[in-house]
């Protein structure tokens, strides 16, 4: 069993290696959280600190220029990258699990317990997702990071309770799933020891494609100015350049590294998701 697990492993990273898309997608990723992770401690200014000339172009001193007030955009830009992450991790964490759980007693148990689920799902499926968010930032007068992130993970997970119910049906029809139940087993035990790990696959890649909606719901919302009270962020800072016309007055290097890294960011997580699809199916690994 154990040589069985070992090969099974050293398989997986063989073709994980060989699979450019998700050696370019991780490549991606990774970089942009090592940048949110040291980038803070590469530039002497805070973020929100009057520094240098206003709507000064990238030089040695700023590396991304300055915005209309002075402010070192590499500052912001470097600051704002942890919290995309965390809204983004903790969002689409959170909507996984909701819409995993759901999707796991309602596809398990069947019957009424199903219909009720399943009427819930629809329901909040079928609500305009952002029009929500708006209505619920909007009537917030203080509003933070972890707020956002648990807005957009209340409102994102019906389609994941629908994909992971259908996953559960089919499951629980095999033949492994009937001698747990013959023997004895509870159904949780069962949900958790025989369903789960065979939906583990699908439920990373679950989370990637959750994870890159959150960070662009949280992206619209700082956009439009329904954002966070506090702090910065990739979308505050397209928000403040938009306000203050840096697109008509050329200003480009201080809206473009944020909309471009939310783009590579949210791209990255699609390619990463694309490319462990290719890994995990065999019928894919030779494309």
């Known amino acids: 069993m154990k040589a069985q697990k070992n090969r099974t492993k050293n398989e997986f990273l063989y073709f994980a290696?060989?699979?450019?898309?998700?050696?370019?997608?991780?490549?991606?990723?990774?970089?942009?959280?090592?940048?949110?992770?040291?980038?803070?401690?590469?530039?002497?200014?805070?973020?929100w600190a009057y520094v240098g000339p206003p709507a000064s172009g990238?030089?040695?001193?700023?590396?991304?220029?300055?915005?209309?007030?002075?402010?070192?955009?590499?500052?912001?830009?470097?600051?704002?990258?942890?919290?995309?992450?965390?809204?983004?991790?903790?969002?689409?964490?959170?909507?996984?699990?909701?819409?995993?759980?759901?999707?796991?007693?309602?596809?398990?148990?069947?019957?009424?317990?199903?219909?009720?689920?399943?009427?819930?799902?629809?329901?909040?499926?079928?609500?305009?997702?952002?029009?929500?968010?708006?209505?619920?930032?909007?009537?917030?007068?203080?509003?933070?990071f972890f707020i956002q992130a648990v807005f957009i993970g209340c409102t994102a997970w019906p389609w994941t309770a629908r994909a992971v119910r259908a996953q559960t049906m089919s499951l629980k029809a095999r033949e492994f799933v009937d001698l747990a139940r013959i023997s004895g087993m509870r159904a949780t035990k069962i949900i958790l020891t025989e369903i789960a790990p065979n939906m583990l696959s699908y439920l990373v890649m679950v989370f990637i494609l959750q994870f890159g909606g959150a960070i662009l719901n949280a992206a619209t919302l700082d956009f439009i100015g329904l954002g966070p009270t506090r702090g910065i962020s990739l979308g505050l800072m397209m928000q403040i350049a938009l306000l203050w016309g840096a697109l008509p007055l050329g200003m480009w290097w201080w809206f473009i590294p944020p909309g471009l890294t939310i783009a590579l960011l949210v791209g990255a997580l699609y390619i990463t998701n694309v490319g462990l699809d290719e890994v995990f199916n065999p019928k894919l690994r030779g494309i």
């Not at 991606?28 to 200014?45: N, W």
């Not at 992450?85 to 007693?105: D, M, P, Q, S």
């Not at 399943?118 to 079928?126: A, D, F, P, S």
């Open 17 to 47: 290696w060989r699979n450019k898309k998700l050696r370019i997608g991780i490549f991606i990723l990774l970089f942009f959280i090592l940048l949110a992770i040291v980038g803070p401690y590469l530039t002497p200014y805070d973020p």
């Open 58 to 144: 990238p030089s040695q001193k700023f590396w991304f220029g300055t915005t209309m007030f002075g402010q070192d955009v590499f500052s912001q830009f470097v600051h704002g990258l942890r919290p995309v992450f965390l809204v983004g991790a903790f969002g689409g964490g959170l909507a996984t699990l909701i819409g995993t759980v759901i999707g796991f007693i309602a596809g398990y148990r069947g019957g009424w317990i199903d219909e009720i689920l399943n009427t819930l799902t629809n329901v909040v499926l079928v609500i305009p997702t952002l029009a929500l968010l708006l209505i619920l930032a909007a009537y917030l007068g203080v509003r933070s």
